[in-house]
């Protein structure tokens, strides 16, 4: 699992991937500097080949200079996705890359496609759908149907479907059902970025590689668990697709739930793809499905209205570009879930995502019962206050534990302190966008970190009642840019006597201006 500069990850198998959408945003700003990444770093086979289909106009030329230019832009850029990058291997990685002009809809491009497997040193081939979803399975069925998705000895084929993997229960199991005609599962790689994400991944090995936290990993010890993925960017230039959606399904039946997931699971019989992603199908199979009125009782969602954010104004979401003037579309989603199974009973899950909140935080809160017996009651102190264990995804990587210690002095007072672990302390944490891990393990053939057909059909399942309720009642709240949300949001956790763990919250020893730059 997961590429890595240090450990001795093997160099994946000779083969061609073949990026649909190549003259898109996704291949230009993420894949390709991510496979130039994984080429520097020599985890790349020297026989790979990169071939790019669009309808854009163009040549192998022409599809190299455009990704330089793109690149050369990006090397002095500091808030570049990729990080720095540094280009003196470029030439070397351009020769890999070629450009089939084609229109995906027709028969041409798959025979241009049969064509340069049949010229490459090896048969195996990867196909990437970094294309509007509309054609994910257009072009699967296209590919199955030019006999280009058959496996034989010595030769894989596989295919990566980028997100949003449907837009509800029923568009989610329509696609996987035309994929799953064409192809088996194990050819079918479903991409979720977060788990490409080393402190995603790094949830697992906290949990299941120490003796410390899994005893008290319940609903004994644990009061409630936060997730929450705040940002400060809105939607930038993807008002088209973001209107449409909303931060629900863009956010919560994907990347949200696989932290619940990493979070909640069963310890897996093994380390391998299909122990883990059974354990993670159970537990998010396991959620309760509410009623539309649970489900409008358990839900909160608002939408920013123009505000400051770090001293500049911002404008409010319906007058980002390409967004309706009279847009209901959340840009702040606000859930409570319980997942019925013997470890989580009685244990509410709130998660919560928005676009321009006061901080960039992706973190878990697991917030655990306070202690049973306050036996300092002839102090000050007549109530304590419950441990929190932050597992912070992003930024300032790290896990915290807020406990209780006695303030120095003649009374016995107690204030909250922090115990933690910051990546930056013990290691070097590469710039990544994340794709890296999921292009090498789909390199490798492993399937660990991608989602599972029935994986995202148990997701959308549990999702699927916010978007019943809210078709009756499409109304959102607004909150000011830079605040953390609609006051609906609070009294959703209120009304359970609980409150959001702050967002953005200073940990000792970080600088989060520092790394929100
Ligand atoms: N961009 C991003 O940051 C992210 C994107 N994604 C997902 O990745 C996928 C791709 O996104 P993105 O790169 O932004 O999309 P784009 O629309 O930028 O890229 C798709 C490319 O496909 C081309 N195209 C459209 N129709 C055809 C056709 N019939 N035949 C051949 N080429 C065609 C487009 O050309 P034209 O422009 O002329 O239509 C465009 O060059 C989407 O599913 C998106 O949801 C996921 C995470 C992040
Ligand atoms: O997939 C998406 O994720 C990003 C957030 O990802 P991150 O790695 O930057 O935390 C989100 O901004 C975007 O709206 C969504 O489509």
Redesign the pocket.
């Known amino acids: 699992m997961a590429y890595s500069q240090s450990s001795q990850a093997p160099t994946p198998p000779p083969a061609t991937l073949f990026l649909?959408?190549?003259?898109?945003?996704?291949?230009k700003?993420?894949l390709v500097p991510s496979l130039y990444s994984l080429f520097r770093t020599g985890l790349l086979d020297p026989a790979l080949q990169i071939v790019g289909?669009?309808?854009?106009s163009g040549n192998d030329e022409s599809f190299r200079r455009h990704l330089a230019d793109f690149l050369a832009a990006q090397a002095d850029d500091p808030d570049a996705e990729a990080g720095e990058i540094d280009l003196e291997q470029w030439p070397d990685f351009a020769q890999r890359l070629r450009y089939i002009q084609?229109?995906?809809?027709q028969a041409d491009?798959y025979r241009q496609i049969t064509r340069a497997i049949q010229a490459s040193p090896t048969r195996n081939a990867l196909f990437y759908?970094?294309?509007?979803?509309r054609?994910f399975a257009d072009i699967a069925e296209r590919l199955g149907d030019a006999g280009l998705l058959q496996e034989a000895a010595e030769q894989y084929r596989r295919v990566l479907v980028?997100?949003?993997f449907g837009h509800d229960l029923a568009s989610a199991r329509a696609l996987n059902e035309r994929l799953l005609a064409v192809m088996a599962e194990h050819q079918i790689y479903r991409i979720d970025?977060f788990l490409g994400k080393e402190t995603v991944q790094n949830v697992l090995v906290a949990r299941f590689a120490n003796v410390l936290f899994e005893p008290l990993w319940n609903n004994h010890y644990i009061d409630h668990i936060q997730i929450t993925a705040a940002e400060t960017v809105g939607v930038e230039q993807r008002g088209n697709?973001y209107d449409k959606n909303g931060a629900l399904r863009d956010m919560v039946p994907n990347h949200l739930f696989q932290l619940l997931a990493m979070v909640a699971i069963e310890p897996p019989a093994a380390f391998d793809a299909d122990a883990l992603r059974s354990e993670k199908s159970k537990l998010l199979g396991a959620i309760r499905p509410w009623s539309m009125e649970e489900a409008r009782h358990n839900s909160a969602r608002g939408q920013y209205r123009a505000g400051t954010l770090k001293g500049e104004p911002v404008p409010g979401y319906r007058d980002e570009p390409d967004v309706d003037a009279d847009s209901n579309t959340e840009t702040y989603v606000a859930i409570k879930l319980v997942i019925d199974n013997w470890r989580w009973a009685g244990v509410p899950f709130y998660l919560r995502t928005g676009k321009r909140m006061g901080a960039r935080d992706t973190e878990i809160a697991i917030c655990f019962k306070p202690a049973p017996y306050a036996q300092f009651r002839d102090t000050r102190v007549d109530r304590l206050e419950s441990n929190y264990l932050i597992i912070q995804i992003q930024p300032d990587e790290g896990i915290w534990l807020d406990f209780e210690a006695k303030r120095p002095g003649p009374t016995l007072d107690l204030e909250t302190v922090q115990m933690g672990f910051a990546y930056e302390d013990f290691f070097a944490l590469p710039p990544s966008t994340g794709y890296e891990t999921l292009l090498y393990d789909c390199l490798t053939g492993d399937q660990m970190l991608f989602q599972r057909a029935d994986t995202i059909e148990n997701g959308w399942r549990a999702v699927q009642p916010f978007l019943e309720a809210w078709k009756d009642d499409p109304r959102t709240d607004g909150y000011a840019a830079g605040e953390d949300g609609p006051p609906s949001a609070d009294e959703l956790i209120g009304r359970d006597g609980r409150n959001w763990h702050q967002v953005g919250r200073q940990r000792p020893g970080t600088d989060r201006e520092q790394a929100e730059e």
């Not at 649909?20 to 291949?27: E, I, K, N, T």
């Open positions: 649909f959408g190549a003259s898109g945003d996704l291949v700003r993420l289909i669009d309808h854009v084609g229109d995906f809809t491009t759908l970094a294309t509007a979803p054609f980028e997100k949003p970025h697709f």
